[in-house]
């Protein structure tokens, strides 16, 4: 991907060079197909431009079924305020796992996914990732829009029991005594706007 800088800044052609040169990830989508990014948005996945256009979205994430979960998430806020935001954990093409901060912008309001603009930032060297299973990003989910462990139960389909057995497990591997301590030891997440992606139910 060759720019010419010069003949930009002569021209005062600028919307190429700063989007493709942004010290930032962005990515453009169509119904969830990237059709354009920069380099920082490859460069973050482990990925190229090219490699990257015209794929699904749901490569970046660590499993379809994490996609499937997290993807419409976003649709209402953006029908409504035509802004969104999140922290979630992604994919890179090597399969490490690290949190991403997404902020997005609808060109089409009334289909919100149609069309968009999205930046992503790495967080990893404030938030570094901490093995968590699929079903242990699931519970950390819940937890974090405030749901009691009847109320994860109920939404997952398992015990009361099995919800506390998990909570507990997870305040043991971050060697904390109770949830506000544990989205503490995150990184300090906590809120409607962190979203681990768990399986789909």
């Known amino acids: 991907m060759k720019i010419r800088t010069d003949d930009c800044y002569a021209e005062g052609s600028f919307a190429e060079l700063a989007f493709t040169y ?37 490569i970046l994430y660590p499993s379809v079924e994490e996609f499937v979960n997290i993807r419409d998430r976003g649709v209402k806020q953006l029908s409504e305020t035509n802004t969104y935001r999140d922290e979630r954990i992604m994919a890179r093409k090597d399969g490490a796992l690290f949190w991403c901060r997404v902020r997005g912008h609808s060109f089409t309001t009334d289909d919100p996914l149609a069309r968009a603009v999205w930046s992503f930032a790495d967080l990893s060297a404030e938030r570094p990732y901490v093995q968590l299973t699929r079903r242990e990003r699931e519970i950390l989910s819940h937890l974090s829009e405030g749901l009691t462990s009847k109320e994860i139960a109920l939404q997952l389909d398992i015990s009361h029991r099995t919800v506390e057995v ?23 997440i906590d809120g409607d706007h962190v979203v681990f992606a768990g399986e789909k139910t």
């Open 166 to 188: 998990y909570r507990a497990k997870l305040l043991r591997k971050f060697h904390v005594s109770n949830t506000s301590s544990l989205f503490h030891s995150l990184g300090g």
């Open 22 to 58: 942004a010290p930032i990830g962005l990515v453009v989508t169509e119904m969830r197909v990237i059709r354009a990014c920069n380099i920082a948005f490859a460069d973050m996945f482990g990925y190229t431009c090219d490699e990257l256009r015209n794929q699904m979205f749901s």
